[in-house]
């Protein structure tokens, strides 16, 4: 514990030094800027952390929308006509892209920052199996759509540095006038995602072993999981597209949810509550408040930064389990 401390303040100290001698950011003139396309809300945070005021972002999935469900408009087809780099998750999170590429006939470079990475497996597949042995075909359609691999790699901030690092490699070959401020503003965000991984390593042990278990809507959190100790579960496995479970499938999740002994299950930002609500109130559990999971928080809410989001992600975690 004391050694890990230690190095959570030194990542501190390295930190404040980066900011002393970071490059301050000047007025790039707009139509010299390079022209970078985000996919979702929370990718658009770290290229915004690493490019600053160097490049022209655009994001296509906004704050508080659900990436599963979303449906390209013509207005997001002309932005990627402009664009210069596309920068997706991958693994099948955004089924709708290579549509959209094809369509807009942009010749920008895609970056696709989970090849190459060693992805979980969706564990809910085998559980989804069992679950909805009466609508086959739509469990059958809710894996294709979101392929074999789990992409919700964000929940996990020891791998969220492995991805700024790709986004500031790609930055750097794209755009090597500003390699120096890319390299240095990079580096200050990858010493602020170090410390906030090590407070949620220290921070878990307030969560008694046993109650660490995260029962939410859809199955999002198994990184988080792996990384910080938690078991997981969910109501509708894979993707918020999946079609309500049935009574016997809510029956049977309520029948977990009372085997985990756990004081409370949890709602997320991008679905409806009222299944997890009624889930709650059978098993005579707490529904907790709403966590951040697969896109930011609206301006000023208190997940609007991928930094702020997994902080107020760990602090309703503990809160409800402890």
Not at 63 to 81: I, K
Not at 130 to 147: F, I, L, R, S
């Amino acid at each position: 514990m004391f050694r890990l401390r230690s190095q959570i303040l030194g990542i501190l100290l390295c930190a404040a030094l980066i900011v002393a001698v970071a490059v301050p950011m000047s007025g790039a003139a707009a139509e010299n800027r390079l022209k970078v396309v985000a996919t979702f809300s929370i990718l658009g945070d770290w290229i915004a952390n690493v490019a600053a005021d160097k490049v022209d972002l655009q994001v296509l999935v906004g704050a508080g929308s659900d990436s599963h469900t979303y449906e390209p408009s013509p207005a997001d087809s002309a932005v990627l006509s402009q664009a210069d780099l596309i920068f997706a998750i991958g693994a099948e999170f955004e089924p709708w892209l290579d549509a959209l590429v094809e369509s807009s006939g942009t010749k920008a470079k895609r970056i696709v920052l989970t090849e190459g990475l060693e992805l979980l497996p969706f564990e809910g597949h085998a559980h989804e199996e069992d679950m909805h042995h009466d609508g086959e075909g739509e469990a059958d359609d809710a894996e294709h759509a979101h392929g074999e691999f789990d992409p919700h790699v964000w929940h996990d901030v020891s791998l969220v540095i492995k991805l700024v690092e790709r986004i500031r490699d790609a930055l750097v070959e794209a755009d090597a006038a500003n390699a120096e401020s890319y390299t240095q503003q990079a580096a200050l965000y990858i010493a602020q995602l170090g410390l906030l991984d090590g407070e949620i390593l220290l921070s878990v042990d307030e969560v008694p072993e046993a109650r660490r278990v995260l029962i939410t809507t859809h199955e999002t959190f198994a990184y988080f999981g792996a990384r910080y100790g938690f078991k997981v579960d969910s109501a509708l496995g894979v993707t918020t597209e999946a079609a309500d479970p049935s009574a016997g499938e809510i029956a049977e999740l309520i029948e977990r949810v009372k085997a985990a002994g756990v004081p409370a299950i949890f709602a997320d930002n991008v679905t409806n509550p009222r299944l997890m609500e009624q889930i709650a109130r059978e098993a005579g559990v707490k529904l907790a408040p709403p966590l951040f999971t697969d896109a930011l928080g609206e301006a000023g809410s208190e997940g609007d930064t991928y930094l702020k989001m997994m902080r107020y992600n760990l602090k309703t975690i503990i809160e409800a389990l402890k």
